[in-house]
């Protein structure tokens, strides 16, 4: 277990510059925006005086060195920063808006999985047959899908012509459940509220489908070829051999083997998800961080689209670092 | 004779051949398409030419839009502002990435070890999410703005691949004899490593042109894109969102089909081209 801990130190190690790259980064180019952000937040008429004070009440008027240097002290201190359109400390802000995304991205994450394993285990087990050849297609047309317009379709079939679910939102107004979780399907069931339950599922599948097929090719390819390379091995051979049944040779001992290879293509996912999930959210004005960022863009809200843009940063880092450390914890030979 | 020989090879190579095919000939239809946008387009794409919102009909193929303009002229037109945007954007990686990814891997030492945290820590960041920000503080509307922005998510892309390669061929028989003939590094590098690159690069940028034209679309369809009324694909969806409640389906359906249509050419030929060139590679 020394390997493992030595692995787990200098993998963080190795986060900490990426972390630092990244603010550094975000910091020098959002500062090189079009618009002033107080002129933003003033109007075009406010008083050249007016616009000097909200400038040092916001310590825009100092040595850009120096608001570097109290940005990235207080990012290390959890402080984002306050947003010059709310006021409002933009940590809080994000926060508000990220289990909406979370949401969005789990409901869209367990699709994707389904169609994935299911499509890339039967294409699998009829290798080389038309079954096989239309997952292909499907793997090829779903990554091409672009997601706004898929979305669109969606909406336009299933909420406009034939009127089974709800356009767009997250939910009724009206039944959005007490927060405690901030995610409204675990929030309606603790509560024990079917109704608002019932609106936050029927809210949720049309976005969370669009996104999970989208995402679903990739997974229906490495399933696929996982399986095909597992079911020749001798192990399946002798399973057949000893007359196991067929679903039990499939799912016991060849779809169980491709688990870990699913496992590490979600995390090397979780980019493509949190960036699909902006197009969804923006298709669906579903209120997460993508949505969020959108809107603040249009208003020059500096620390609130730095502080995006930060969050975001922050939870590919952190993902991908669970995701190495898990595999190093299954497999050794990662470690040396 | 020589026809007939080629096309023996075309048959033996099976299903990747014909994935070429396929998408070549879907790139090239739109190529053409945009290219005599003037003389195929019926109408002005950015002049009111009838009543708005008009369903499909003989006299306008997909239909108008809010403005009375004729979307099938939209789409004809539109094609040129995603290609321009696109090829520029794939041209502006293409040069950044390559020379650094040599660079980097035939160097080694600090310089390769900054480069890559760099460029790992682009490569790991949401593509479109980079886009949004560039676009956001580069301004958007200007062509090339927007091409940049779409750029420096792809860049990574080239620099990892290349600098692999280079790390395994740099230790190489043949790079070891020029060495010993006296090239200079520059020579080395570009002229004895790049070309055994080079099927790898076409691979990435098949790949690249394909995200780019969704990054763009997403782009326009954020807001971020080209400004009105420049007919382009994802702009067009963007205005077609808001009518979607009313049932207007056309706003919406023909736009984003030419989108998915040219992303699946290309992904087609990309496949085909790396099923072709990296044999090895299919598994993964």
């Known amino acids: ?336 | 004779m020589k026809f007939k020989g080629a096309l023996r090879e075309f048959k033996r190579a099976g299903l990747p051949a014909y994935m070429c095919l396929a998408g070549g000939t879907i790139l090239f239809v739109i190529i053409l398409i945009s290219l005599l946008a003037p003389f195929i387009a019926p109408y002005d794409p950015i002049s009111s030419v009838d009543r708005p919102l008009l369903p499909p009909s003989r006299k306008h193929l997909m239909g108008t839009d809010l403005h009375g303009r004729d979307v099938y002229s939209r789409i004809i037109y539109g094609g040129r502002v995603v290609l321009l945007i696109s090829a520029l954007s794939v041209a502006i990686s293409l040069t950044a990435g390559v020379p650094l990814g040599l660079l980097s891997g035939y160097v080694g030492g600090i310089l390769d070890r900054v480069l890559s945290l760099v460029m790992d820590s682009l490569y790991s960041f949401p593509g479109i999410i980079l886009a949004i920000a560039i676009a956001a503080m580069l301004g958007s509307g200007n062509l090339l703005n927007i091409a940049i922005a779409i750029a420096v998510v792809y860049i990574p892309m080239y620099f990892r691949m290349v600098r692999g390669q280079v790390l395994s061929l740099k230790e190489s028989l043949f790079v070891e004899a020029a060495r010993a003939i006296g090239a200079s590094d520059i020579t080395i590098m570009f002229t004895y490593i790049l070309p055994h690159i080079l099927p790898a690069i076409v691979v990435v940028l098949s790949l690249n042109v394909a995200d780019a034209i969704l990054t763009e679309a997403g782009l326009s369809f954020l807001g971020l894109g080209v400004n009105p009324p420049t007919p382009d694909w994802g702009f067009d969806l963007r205005d077609g969102k808001r009518y979607l409640p009313s049932g207007y389906w056309w706003l919406i359906t023909f736009p984003g089909l030419m989108i998915i249509i040219a992303v699946i050419g290309i992904t087609l030929l990309g496949e085909g081209l790396n099923d072709l060139f990296n044999p090895r590679l299919r598994e993964s």
Do not use: C
């Open chain 1, 1 to 336: 277990m020394a390997g493992l801990r030595a692995f787990i130190i200098s993998r963080i190690l190795l986060t900490i510059p990426m972390i630092f790259i990244l603010l550094t980064v975000v910091f020098y180019v959002l500062r090189m925006m079009p618009g002033d952000p107080v002129i933003a937040m003033l109007g075009e008429k406010a008083s050249p005086k007016l616009i000097e004070e909200m400038r040092a009440k916001l310590g825009l008027n100092r040595p850009l060195i120096y608001q570097y240097i109290d940005y990235v002290i207080g990012i290390l201190k959890g402080d984002f920063g306050k947003s010059t359109w709310t006021q409002r400390p933009v940590l809080q802000e994000i926060l508000d808006r990220f289990p909406a995304t979370l949401e969005l991205a789990i409901f869209a994450t367990l699709i994707s999985l389904g169609i994935g394993v299911l499509g890339g285990a039967l294409a699998a087990y009829r290798e080389n047959t038309v079954i096989d050849l239309l997952f292909r297609i499907i793997g090829i047309v779903s990554y091409s899908l672009f997601i706004p317009w898929f979305g669109m379709i969606l909406q336009m079939v299933f909420s406009v012509k034939l009127g089974l679910l709800p356009l767009s939102s997250r939910i009724d107004p009206l039944l959005r459940p007490r927060r405690i979780t901030g995610l409204y399907v675990i929030d309606s069931i603790i509560t024990g509220d079917l109704k608002a339950l019932e609106s936050a599922l029927a809210h949720l599948i049309l976005p969370s489908v669009t996104l999970g097929i989208v995402l679903s090719g990739i997974y229906i390819r490495l399933t696929r070829n996982n399986m095909i390379e597992i079911l020749r091995q001798d192990f399946i051979r002798a399973a057949r051999a000893r007359g196991v049944g067929e679903s039990t040779v499939l799912v016991r001992h060849a779809l169980k083997n491709t688990l870990i290879p699913l496992l590490t293509m979600m995390g090397l996912q979780f980019a493509l998800l949190l960036g699909g999930a902006v197009l969804t959210e923006t298709t669906f004005s579903w209120p997460g961080m993508g949505t969020f960022l959108l809107e603040r863009i249009d208003y020059r809200d500096f620390p609130a689209i730095q502080g995006t843009i930060v969050f975001y940063g922050l939870l590919v880092a952190l993902v991908s670092l669970i995701v190495d450390i898990f595999y190093a914890y299954i497999d050794p030979r990662i470690r040396y």
